[in-house]
Structures are given as C-alpha cells and as structure tokens.
Nanobody, 125 residues
Framework: QVHLVESGGGSVQAGGSLRLSCVAS????????MGWFRQAPGKEREGVAA????????YYADSVKGRFTISQDNAKITLYLQMNSLKPEDTGMYYC??????????????????WGQGTQVTVSS
C-alpha cells in the first residue's frame, strides 16, 4: 500500500507561485507513476501533471503547460508540483495520486489506486 500526504497549498494572488509536495510512505516503490489532479467546486476532477517514477516521461494538461513543473526526489518518496504564473482558474483542491499497475493513461484518474487527502489552492484576481 501507498500512503500519500500533500502539503503546500494556500492562497495567492494571480501571477504568484506555489510549490506543492506529496510525501509517499508505506510501499512507495510499488508506484509506476504518480500525478497531481485538481477539482474545483462543481467540476470534475482533472489531471494536471503526471510522471513515470522510473524517470521517464511526463504529462501536463494543456492549461498548465509552461507554468507547472512536476518532479520527484531521487528516492522517489516526495512528489512536487511547482506552480508559477498562477491564474484564478487554477483554484481548486489538489490531490496527489499513485498508480501501482502499469498504464499508458497516466492522465486519467481511473488509473490511480492511491490518493491523498488533498491540499487547497486558491488564486485571487
């Protein structure tokens, strides 16, 4: 099992930056990929960014390309999301997730079987 705990959310003005962290415990080595998702009130959960834990390719939603960067530490225990040039539409609950079954659809929430509790990000105009 993989236990995930997010931190780093908060309230910022448009144009500001935040760095989210997700610490994985338990059996993090089981994860083939990890990702960040977000959900705004009244909207479906959407994939923001994801990464294969073997150091492979990454995925970014079109809405965050060039502004957000996903990374992991060498021990593959902590996942990060650096968010720059934040916009009000980036507001939402951000969730860290891990997938322990190989998949090519790391942008899809259904492929992830472990989830954190979320951290709130609020961007004001």
């Amino acid at each position: 099992q993989v236990h995930l705990v997010e931190s780093g959310g908060g309230s910022v003005q448009a144009g500001g930056s935040l760095r989210l962290s997700c610490v994985a415990s338990g059996q993090p080595y089981l994860s083939y990929f990890m990702g960040w998702f977000r959900q705004a009130p009244g909207k479906e959960r959407e994939g923001v960014a994801a990464i294969y834990t073997n150091g492979g390719s990454t995925y970014y939603a079109d809405s965050v390309k060039g502004r957000f960067t996903i990374s992991q530490d060498n021990a593959k225990i902590t996942l990060y999301l650096q968010m720059n040039s934040l916009k009000p539409e980036d507001t939402g609950m951000y969730y860290c997730a891990a997938g322990t079954v190989p998949s090519r659809r790391i942008d899809w929430a259904g492929e992830y079987n472990y989830w954190g509790q979320g951290t709130q990000v609020t961007v004001s105009s």
